[in-house]
């Protein structure tokens, strides 16, 4: 089980947190660097189940619970199941009693296989939102409080894929919480001037010419393109043309591509794998 916790510290409620999940992960990919975004499946258009492409790995919503929100699969839990307990013999709120204000939003795999680069039996996500109140849960660790993300993955993987699984969701999911939160803290989902801009330069990052020299009409002051700090690409970029450590250090990141876009003195995603 993978435990992935994020702190937002916007004015944000957990009703909100779950429709700008669903808008910006599951609909339009997190920012994962994939050639295409995420494909509905819907019949009813309803984009409760998607396929990325590559590698045509299909997930499905199986319920979603918020304020304004109240979801649930015809085709139930993984495998045909409703209770997660039937499914995986885990309970998935073992841990964490419910509060009010919570929101969740459970999914499934449909095809896991190695053909889909997902070598696993089953698969069960869980991605809940809390409030949290100034200073956090005991009102002692000085924050101003915000909605926490805590995104559980539980799957049975295929013999001798253990490794690589708990190697790929990790990855996955600390790049679409990064992602998430920067997403978060930017006005992104609306053009209000209906110029075809976005409106919040905040969340980009430009692509200079070399310092000094103009490429045609483009000065070397002017981005010759810009990407959108929300993206994978976008958020490497970030990091790295803030990182202020020796050359040593960056060179040697450059062979890990695990720590590409991780800014160690913000990175406040804490993650836990139990087997």
Not at 44 to 61: H, N, Q, S, T, W
Not at 150 to 156: A, N, S
Not at 211 to 232: M, Y
């Amino acid at each position: 089980q993978k435990r992935n916790t994020v702190t937002d510290t916007n004015e944000l409620t957990t009703d909100m947190a779950v429709n700008r999940w669903m808008d910006f992960v599951w609909r339009q990919g997190g920012g994962l660097p994939l050639p295409l975004s995420p494909i509905p499946l819907d019949d009813d258009g309803g984009y409760k189940k998607r396929m990325l492409a590559p590698p045509f790995l299909v997930e499905r919503i199986i319920s979603i619970r918020s304020e304004s929100i109240c979801y649930d699969s015809p085709g139930g839990g993984p495998s045909g199941t409703v209770n997660v307990v039937d499914a995986f013999g885990v309970d998935d709120d073992d841990d964490d009693d419910d509060r009010d204000g919570d929101a969740e939003i459970t999914f499934t795999v449909d095809n896991p296989s190695i053909r889909t680069t997902f070598p696993a039996h089953s698969h069960f996500g869980s991605v809940k939102f809390r409030q949290v109140p100034p200073g956090g849960s005991d009102g002692s660790d000085g924050s101003d409080g915000g909605v926490e993300m805590v995104w559980k993955v539980t799957i049975r993987p295929m013999n001798h894929f253990q490794t690589y699984l708990t190697f790929f969701i990790k990855a996955v999911i600390s790049t679409l919480a990064r992602n998430f939160k920067v997403n978060l803290s930017t006005s992104t989902s609306t053009d209000d001037d209906n110029d075809g801009d976005d409106d919040d330069a905040g969340n980009m990052v430009g692509i200079y010419p070399p310092r000094g020299k103009d490429i045609g009409p483009i000065k070397g002051t002017v981005p010759l393109f810009q990407l959108r700090k929300d993206s994978w690409v976008g958020g490497v970029l970030s990091a790295h043309l803030s990182d202020q450590r020796g050359v040593e250090e960056q060179t040697k990141d450059m062979v890990r591509p695990w720590t590409w876009g991780v800014d160690e003195e913000k990175d406040d995603i804490d993650m836990e794998w139990t087997s």
